[in-house]
C-alpha cells in the first residue's frame, strides 16, 4: 500500500503541477501588478476590521480561520521535511512560493467572496460554488467538492494529528505499549490522541462561528510565541545569521540535495504550508463579512506573509543556525549528504525543530514546540473541517441527498486516530496527494476564469478607484459585467431600498 502511494504521489507532484503553481503565481502578480506588495499598508488595515453579523464573520475571524488551516504542521514539520529532503535551499523556494502565491491567494478568496451564497442562515462559498457560478460548469464544481472532501475530510487531517503525536513522544517517551488494532502504540501517544478528540469534537459540533471564535485567539496566541521564540534564537546567534542566508540563497542554485529536490520540496512544501492555490483559503473569505470582495482577497494575501514568510522562516533559521538536520539524497536512497544529528532521526517530523529549541532554551523548548504544534495541527485540523463540512453542504445542494453530516465528523476525527499511531513518511505522502488533487482542479479552474471573464481583475480596478476617489466602498457586480454574483446583488439592491425609504 506504501508503495501505490508513494507512485501516485510522485504521479500528482510531478513538475508540471510545481511549474503550473509558480506559473499562475507570477502570472497573476504580473496581471494585479503586484497587488501583493502595492497593497500591503491596505492589507494591515483591513485586519482591524472587526464587523460580523448571525450570517457571516469579521475579516480578522476570517483570517483566523484560514491561519488556522495554514498556519500548521507545515509551518514545523514541514519545513524540516523541506530542508532534509531538499536542502537549505528548499527554503527560498518556499520564499518565492509565498511570494507570488500571495497573488494567487488573492484571486481565490475574491472569488470565494464573490460567488458566495447564504445557506441555512451561513455565508458559504469556495472554489465549488465559483466554479458553478462563475464558470458555469456544475461538473467541476462537483469535481473539486469531491477532491476536497476526500483531502479535507480523508487526507490532511492525519498529517497535523500524526505530528501532535510524534512531538508527544519525542518529548515525553513512548509510555507503555499497548497493542491496538494499528499496531503497538506508546501510551503518551495515545493520551494525546484522547485529548485531540474529545476537544475536536466539542469544537466542530458547534459550527463556523465557534471555530472563528476559537481560532482568533488561539492562532495568534501560539503564532506570535512562536515567532518570539525563533527572534531570541536569532538574536543569541546575530554572528551566524549572514551565513545562515547565504547558505539558503547559493544552495537554492547548487543544491546539496540536487536542484530539483530543493525547487521540488521547497515548492511542495510550501503550497503545502501557505496553501496559495490549493483552494482551501476561499471557503474562510467567502464567510467574512466585507464591503468588498477584493478587501477580503487582500486580507487572505497577507495571511500567506504570515504563514511562510515569519512562520516558516522562523522554523528555518532556528534549524539552521543550530545545525540541527541532516539532509538526505535521493540517490542513493537514504545517503546522507549532511549529518549533524542522528541518522535515526525522523525527517518528515518535527524533531529538527524541537532538537533545535532543546538546544538553545533546554527542555523548555522541546515542551514549547510540543505545544505549538498541539495548537496549530488542532486548528487546522479545524479548518479541514470547515472546509469538509462545506463541501458537502455543496454537493447536498446538487444532488439533493441529506447525507448526515455526523457521518464526516466521524470520518475525520477516525482519520485523526489514524494518522496518529503511524509512520510519519506514509502520513506525508497521503497528505501531499490531497493537497495535489485540489491543487490541480482549482490552479487550472482560476486561471479558465480569468481568461474568460477576468473577474478579479475588475474588482481589483473598482476597488482601487473607490480608494482613490475617498468615498464610501460599494460594490455592484452588475455594473462591472459580473453575473451571478446574486448575493451581492440582492446586498445592494437591499442598502437602496434603506436610504430611499424616508
Request: proline residues 3%; glycine residues 12%; charged residues 10%.
Amino acid at each position: 500500500m506504501e508503495g501505490f502511494i508513494s507512485a501516485l504521489n510522485g504521479i500528482i507532484w510531478s513538475p508540471a503541477l510545481i511549474y503550473l503553481c509558480l506559473g499562475a503565481g507570477l502570472f497573476y502578480s504580473i496581471l494585479t501588478r503586484f497587488a501583493q506588495v502595492r497593497h500591503f499598508k491596505e492589507m494591515c488595515k483591513l485586519l482591524l476590521n472587526n464587523t460580523e453579523s448571525d450570517k457571516g464573520i469579521s475579516s480578522f475571524q476570517a483570517l483566523a480561520v484560514s491561519l488556522s488551516g495554514r498556519v500548521g504542521v507545515g509551518n514545523i514539520a514541514g519545513v524540516a521535511a523541506a530542508i532534509g529532503f531538499g536542502g537549505p535551499g528548499a527554503i527560498f523556494w518556499m520564499w518565492v512560493v509565498a511570494f507570488l502565491g500571495a497573488s494567487t491567494a488573492y484571486v481565490e478568496s475574491t472569488l470565494g467572496q464573490l460567488y458566495k451564497v447564504e445557506e441555512n442562515g451561513q455565508y458559504r462559498g469556495g472554489p465549488a460554488y465559483y466554479f458553478e457560478r462563475c464558470l458555469g460548469w456544475k461538473w467541476l464544481g462537483i469535481l473539486f467538492a469531491i477532491s476536497a472532501i476526500i483531502g479535507c475530510g480523508i487526507f490532511l487531517p492525519g498529517v497535523q494529528a500524526n505530528a501532535v503525536g510524534n512531538a508527544v513522544t519525542q518529548v515525553f517517551g513512548d509510555g507503555n505499549m499497548v497493542v491496538t488494532s494499528f499496531g503497538e502504540v506508546g501510551t503518551h501517544k495515545l493520551i494525546a490522541l484522547a485529548v485531540i478528540l474529545i476537544v475536536l469534537a466539542f469544537i466542530i459540533f458547534g459550527g463556523i462561528k465557534r471555530i472563528a471564535h476559537f481560532t482568533q485567539i488561539v492562532v495568534p496566541f501560539m503564532a506570535l510565541g512562536y515567532i518570539v521564540l525563533a527572534l531570541i534564537v536569532v538574536f543569541l546567534n546575530l554572528d551566524k545569521v549572514p551565513g545562515v542566508f547565504s547558505l539558503i540563497i547559493s544552495d537554492a542554485f547548487t543544491a546539496q540535495a540536487g536542484f530539483g529536490a530543493a525547487i521540488g520540496w521547497g515548492v511542495k512544501r510550501g503550497i503545502y504550508s501557505n496553501e496559495a492555490g490549493q483552494g482551501t483559503g476561499p471557503h474562510a473569505a467567502a464567510a467574512a463579512e466585507v464591503d468588498h470582495p477584493a478587501q477580503q482577497g487582500l486580507v487572505q494575501a497577507f495571511s500567506v506573509y504570515v504563514d511562510t514568510l515569519f512562520v516558516c522562516t522562523a522554523t528555518a533559521l532556528m534549524i539552521l543556525i543550530t545545525q540541527q538536520y541532516n539532509v538526505v539524497g535521493e540517490l542513493p536512497a537514504g545517503q546522507f549528504i549532511v549529518q549533524n544529528v542522528a541518522a535515526n532521526t525522523e525527517i518528515g517530523s518535527a524533531a529538527f525543530t524541537q532538537m533545535a529549541l532543546l538546544s538553545v532554551f533546554g527542555n523548555f523548548g522541546q515542551w514549547f514546540v510540543g505545544l505549538a504544534l498541539f495548537f496549530f495541527a488542532f486548528t487546522t485540523i479545524l479548518a479541514y473541517y470547515y472546509i469538509t463540512e462545506t463541501n458537502v453542504a455543496y454537493l447536498n445542494r446538487i444532488f439533493n441527498n441529506k447525507l448526515p453530516s455526523i457521518l464526516f465528523k466521524v470520518i475525520l476525527m477516525f482519520m485523526v486516530a489514524y494518522g496518529t499511531v503511524n509512520n510519519a513518511g506514509y502520513i506525508w505522502n497521503i497528505g501531499d496527494i490531497g493537497v495535489g488533487l485540489m491543487a490541480w482542479v482549482n490552479v487550472l479552474g482560476i486561471l479558465l476564469i480569468f481568461f474568460m471573464y477576468k473577474p478579479t481583475m475588475r474588482c481589483l480596478r473598482d476597488f482601487e478607484q473607490q480608494k482613490k476617489a475617498g468615498g464610501p466602498i460599494t460594490f455592484d457586480p452588475v455594473k462591472l459585467g459580473i453575473t451571478n454574483a446574486t448575493f451581492w446583488e440582492k446586498r445592494l439592491a437591499k442598502q437602496q431600498n434603506e436610504h430611499q425609504q424616508p
